[in-house]
């Protein structure tokens, strides 16, 4: 008995590796070329680290003209929820970062190097390890939970590292006959990497984020085949990474310390390793300090939560964008008009150590993008996100016609309004322009420095009266106010005011707002002017008439 019979007898159907390594031919690609991967493992919602991941690797290929593709790492089956690779494959169509190669929501391949899920790949796996076993360089291994149990114990007594290693190894040189008996005998059985590492020996890694970080040589005979005949991750991404053409593996930094496993896999199956560079997590300041943004504790960790507020995809992809290159805010302000496709991203411009993720922050990128956006587009997005998800809105935004004018209120100007960041906030902030919900509201006026009842009417009853004409211009209109305001002893001006207080009652901005309150209920609103424009003769005498 050899290892090519122990190899037989364990993976009796395993097709020679040469079979996939011509089936995957190394792919045909310019030089400098990237083959970024995201690799995800479906097993809870879909994270924002995870968009974060796939917008630096998409954006890595696109730059230099290479390929983007999705693996779906779901080797471990216990783990692994309903609906866990559609809700991956849905979110990155939503953000815009849907790859090139992949697996499809009905299970088919897009690409010529799939199948895209680990879980399908299991002939191309256990070819590799059953090369192994033949070479004397992996083993099956029989040791019960029980007896894993016991090393670890003595190991810790012993106050030793602990895992399968070393001296530690019960399997690990076991006279090939005696395993062969075994498995014939049905005994359960993994098999194990013999590795071929040395602790008290160094390897230097050069992460392209990191830098360089040494670290000793891995010994530990981690398992490649588990007992329901699927890889472990370690065993499967190296070999993935490989047959797909991987170029550099972009992945958060939680697998730093794999690192040592991982080259030494890419070196044991003779394949070249790709370039790392890890990423640092996102962090959420509490208080004092800093910590990871958590599932468990914040909402904004769920791509999910983006869609259900109405933050628009370009504002959630800036702001991520942000956190990995921070120069890119810069260059927004210098190319406000430009895809953000044209950024030039840079992988070594990473923070090694964890960027803040600030809600704040991406509501002020949010609020820019809204700004910049026309009343028509406004419109169709928060009409589109209301009427999943707030049918109030969706009921007043029918009226299409009259809200494209509430939506067209200070935005076509220099300066447009920057109140809107996201399509939640939309209804508080035009509520008051529709009438069936203002004239049937408990209105709350939020008058300011005048609040006397009969000075506020006298005003409105004026200027309703006297001044207010539907066919001003802004200027004409804004010189009426100053009659006004003029005609019931206060300032035409705020300076005129503040240079001789004691001459008038207030100034024109004391007359005007008590106008804005009377027609909004609200004494912070955008331009009064275009307001009363949209509001029209008929509505804005329906609301002056309820103050008189
Ligand atoms: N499947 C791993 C995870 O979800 C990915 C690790 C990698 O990208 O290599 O964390």
């Known amino acids: 008995m050899d290892y090519k019979d122990l190899a037989n007898l364990i993976f009796p159907d395993a097709k020679e590796v040469s079979w996939y390594e011509e089936k995957y031919p190394k792919r045909n690609l310019p030089e400098g070329a990237q083959v970024v991967r995201y690799a995800p493992s479906p097993t809870g919602f879909v994270h924002i680290g995870g968009l974060y991941q796939s917008l630096i690797a998409k954006k890595l290929a696109k730059q230099t003209g290479g390929v983007f593709y999705v693996r779906i790492e779901d080797t471990d089956q216990k783990r692994e929820i309903e609906n866990g690779v559609e809700q991956i494959l849905q979110a990155l169509k939503d953000y815009d970062v849907s790859p090139?190669?992949?697996?499809?929501?009905?299970?088919?391949?897009?690409?010529?190097?799939?199948?895209?899920?680990?879980?399908?790949?299991?002939?191309?796996?256990?070819?590799?390890?059953?090369?192994l076993i033949e070479e004397g360089k992996a083993y099956p291994c029989f040791c019960t939970s029980e007896e894993l149990e016991a090393i670890r114990g003595d190991q810790e007594k012993a106050k030793e590292r602990t895992g399968y290693y070393g001296k530690w190894t019960k399997c690990r040189n076991m006279p090939v006959d005696m395993a062969y008996e075994k498995i014939q005998k049905g005994?359960?059985?993994i098999v194990r990497l013999k590795s071929p590492g040395n602790p008290d020996r160094k390897i230097k890694h050069k992460d392209v984020i990191k830098g360089g970080i040494d670290f000793p040589e891995n010994d530990q005979d981690i398992v490649i085949i588990k007992s329901?005949?699927?890889?472990?991750?370690?065993?499967?991404?190296?070999?993935?990474?490989?047959?797909?053409?991987?170029?550099?593996?972009?992945?958060?930094?939680?697998?730093?310390?794999?690192?040592?496993?991982?080259l030494q896999l890419f070196y044991v199956l003779g394949f070249k390793a790709p370039k790392y560079a890890h990423t640092a997590p996102m962090m959420k300041q509490e208080g004092d300090s800093k910590r990871k943004l958590s599932k468990r504790k914040d909402p904004e960790a769920a791509v999910s939560y983006y869609k259900e507020e109405g933050i628009p995809r370009q504002a959630v992809m800036e702001y991520?964008?942000?956190?990995?290159?921070?120069?890119?805010?810069?260059?927004?302000?210098?190319?406000?008009?430009?895809?953000?496709?044209?950024?030039?991203?840079?992988?070594?411009?990473?923070?090694?150590?964890?960027?803040?993720?600030?809600?704040?922050k991406m509501l002020d990128v949010s609020k820019n993008i809204i700004s910049k956006y026309s009343a028509e587009e406004v419109y169709e997005a928060a009409y589109s996100w209301a009427k999943e998800y707030d049918s109030e809105l969706a009921d007043m935004l029918k009226d299409k016609a009259y809200s494209l004018k509430v939506m067209g209120i200070e935005r076509k100007n220099q300066k447009?309004?920057?109140?809107?960041?996201?399509?939640?906030?939309?209804?508080?902030?035009?509520?008051?322009?529709?009438?069936?919900?203002?004239?049937?509201?408990?209105?709350?006026?939020?008058?300011?420095?005048?609040?006397?009842?009969?000075?506020?009417?006298?005003?409105v009853k004026n200027y309703l009266e006297n001044y207010y004409d539907e066919h001003d211009d802004k200027q004409t209109w804004f010189h009426k106010m100053k009659d006004l305001a003029e005609k019931m002893g206060y300032a035409r001006e705020?300076?005129?005011?503040?240079?001789?207080?004691?001459?008038?009652?207030?100034?024109?901005?004391?007359?005007?707002?008590?106008?804005?309150?009377?027609?909004?209920?609200?004494?912070?609103?955008?331009?009064?002017?275009?307001?009363?424009?949209?509001?029209?003769k008929?509505?804005?005498?329906?609301?002056?008439?309820?103050i008189v």
């Open 416 to 459: 447009p309004r920057k109140d809107i960041a996201k399509w939640s906030d939309m209804k508080d902030s035009i509520i008051y322009m529709y009438d069936d919900k203002f004239l049937n509201s408990n209105i709350v006026y939020e008058y300011q420095k005048i609040t006397d009842k009969n000075e506020i009417q006298t005003i």
């Open 494 to 536: 705020v300076k005129e005011y503040k240079a001789n207080p004691e001459h008038y009652k207030g100034h024109v901005g004391d007359i005007s707002t008590v106008i804005r309150v009377s027609l909004t209920g609200r004494s912070n609103t955008p331009d009064l002017y275009e307001i009363m424009q949209v509001l029209g």
């Open 320 to 360: 991520l964008m942000n956190i990995a290159n921070s120069n890119f805010e810069m260059w927004r302000k210098q190319n406000p008009d430009k895809s953000m496709d044209e950024f030039p991203f840079d992988l070594k411009r990473m923070g090694v150590s964890g960027a803040l993720f600030d809600m704040v």
């Open 228 to 262: 329901d005949g699927l890889p472990t991750y370690h065993f499967a991404h190296v070999i993935d990474d490989h047959l797909m053409g991987t170029t550099i593996v972009t992945r958060g930094d939680e697998w730093v310390a794999s690192i040592p496993l991982h």
């Open 100 to 131: 090139d190669e992949t697996v499809n929501a009905d299970g088919s391949d897009l690409g010529n190097y799939g199948p895209y899920r680990q879980s399908k790949r299991k002939d191309i796996y256990q070819a590799y390890a059953k090369k």
């Open 187 to 189: 005994e359960p059985y």
């Open 538 to 546: 008929e509505s804005i005498t329906e609301r002056m008439k309820r």
